[in-house]
């Protein structure tokens, strides 16, 4: 086994209800009996990036995020944690697990820390969706593989070892994978040591369990081909892009202030582990009635009262109606999204919807969730600060 060194290296991404996924319940599949059925709830889409942690490496299934920095795991005793199927994580069978002291580096880059017991580094960390984690900061060991089949250890790594969590979580989630901009990220503290500042990752449609996607870091993740790319900046763990306008294919566009809550040198942040795109409410107001323009059909109503726009589909034909929509960012980048990447398929009583995946961000900051960036190539250049979008078949990338 080797230590870190310039290489790329990647790391397959397995939708939570993949068979892939060591947690698969594998009796809720149509093969076997089984009358469970699960309604699509915004926060409940989410990829799970596998990461190995300690030594020897436990298997950890966390979201990969890139609106966050924390590293995290529900860990052994927590009885104020959020139910998971996993196991929790024991730092007592780590030989490489340390408590991070209070005064050090690592602590004091966290957004929210304080001195616990025995001068431990104690954090305290609210997600904009209302979940939220409390732990103890500590340095591990974290394997991965390289593109080759190489096996590649990071040491000293930050990992926070949560005691409480609460939230929109998912079961078969066990921890957080934080790819965003901050000290204490994955990306911050490993892309440095490799051959290209430089990561990526591809999802696949989140109506395809089947598959999965990969992150790569290093040059090999690379986006090639066909691309666009805009000015990335970098607010604390936020990756922030501008977006410029918003078009409606057939009817018009929706222009978009160049600021926003929060945010101080764009105005939208990229966020692969949030499911739908959040808007100003003047934008997301003019959004609605440019769609609604151009679908001809019955409306009907998001049951949870997130998305303002729903239509009532009772077959691929009425699916065929719905329009795709591009969101404009600096630099002439132009994403176009497909109607399988802007409508979310809901369900209940009242029969099939079709909801526009956008909701408003109120006095937070806008979001461009990971629901637009399915079978999108999407690669982050910290050198030259840039963000490039490539259509892809994400299962072939």
């Given at each position: 086994m080797t230590t870190a060194a310039a290489a790329t290296f990647s790391i397959e991404l397995i939708h939570r209800d993949s068979p892939k996924s060591p947690f698969y319940n594998h009796s809720a599949t149509g093969i076997e009996p089984s009358d469970a059925v699960s309604r699509l709830v915004p926060?409940?889409?989410?990829?799970?990036?596998?990461?190995?942690?300690?030594?020897?490496?436990?298997?950890?299934?966390?979201i990969a995020d890139t609106g966050s920095d924390l590293i995290w795991?529900?860990?052994?005793?927590?009885?104020?944690?959020?139910?998971?199927?996993?196991?929790l994580f024991d730092k007592r069978n780590s030989s490489s697990y340390r408590t991070?002291?209070?005064?050090?580096?690592?602590?004091?880059?966290?957004?929210?820390?304080?001195c616990g017991v025995g001068r431990s580094c104690e954090y305290h960390y609210a997600y904009q969706d209302g979940s939220k984690i409390d732990g103890v900061l500590a340095t591990e060991?974290?394997?991965?593989?390289?593109?080759?089949?190489?096996?590649l250890v990071f040491s000293n790594i930050a990992f926070g070892c949560n005691y409480q969590s609460s939230g929109s979580f998912s079961s078969r989630t066990a921890g957080l994978a934080g790819l965003g901009g901050g000290a204490v990220s994955l990306v911050s503290q490993i892309v440095p040591?490799?051959?290209?500042?430089?990561?990526?990752?591809?999802?696949?449609?989140?109506?395809?369990t089947q598959a999965s996607s990969k992150v790569i870091f290093g040059s090999a993740g690379v986006v090639a081909g066909?691309?666009?790319?805009?000015?990335?900046?970098?607010?604390?763990?936020?990756?922030?892009?501008?977006?410029?306008?918003?078009?409606?294919?057939?009817?018009?566009?929706?222009?978009?202030?160049?600021?926003a809550p929060g945010l101080t040198t764009g105005n939208i942040i990229i966020a692969s582990g949030t499911t739908i795109n959040y808007l100003p409410a003047d934008v997301l107001s003019s959004l609605v009635q440019e769609v609604s323009r151009v679908v001809s059909l019955p409306k009907a109503a998001d049951s949870e009262g997130i998305?303002?726009?729903c239509f009532a589909v009772t077959g691929e034909a009425d699916r065929q109606k719905l329009p795709f929509i591009t969101f404009k960012f600096a630099g002439e980048a132009s994403v176009s999204l497909s109607p399988t990447s802007i409508f979310m398929d809901e369900f209940s009583f009242a029969g099939a919807a079709a909801?526009?995946?956008?909701?408003?961000?109120?006095?937070?900051?806008?979001?461009?969730g990971n629901m637009a960036q399915q079978n999108l190539h999407v690669g982050y250049d910290l050198a030259i600060q840039a963000v490039s979008f490539a259509s892809a078949d994400c299962t072939k990338l």
């Open positions: 926060d409940t889409f989410e990829y799970l990036m596998e990461l190995r942690v300690g030594t020897p490496p436990i298997s950890v299934l966390a795991a529900n860990c052994v005793p927590c009885t104020k944690c959020y139910r998971q199927t996993a196991p991070e002291p209070c005064d050090s580096n690592l602590c004091k880059a966290l957004s929210s820390s304080a060991d974290l394997t991965f593989y390289s593109t080759d089949g190489s096996p040591s490799l051959d290209k500042i430089y990561f990526s990752y591809c999802l696949v449609p989140k109506s395809d066909s691309k666009v790319t805009t000015p990335m900046m970098v607010e604390g763990s936020f990756f922030v892009l501008r977006l410029e306008e918003i078009i409606v294919d057939g009817a018009g566009s929706v222009p978009v202030p160049p600021s998305m303002p726009l909801c526009l995946a956008v909701a408003n961000s109120g006095s937070g900051p806008p979001l461009f």
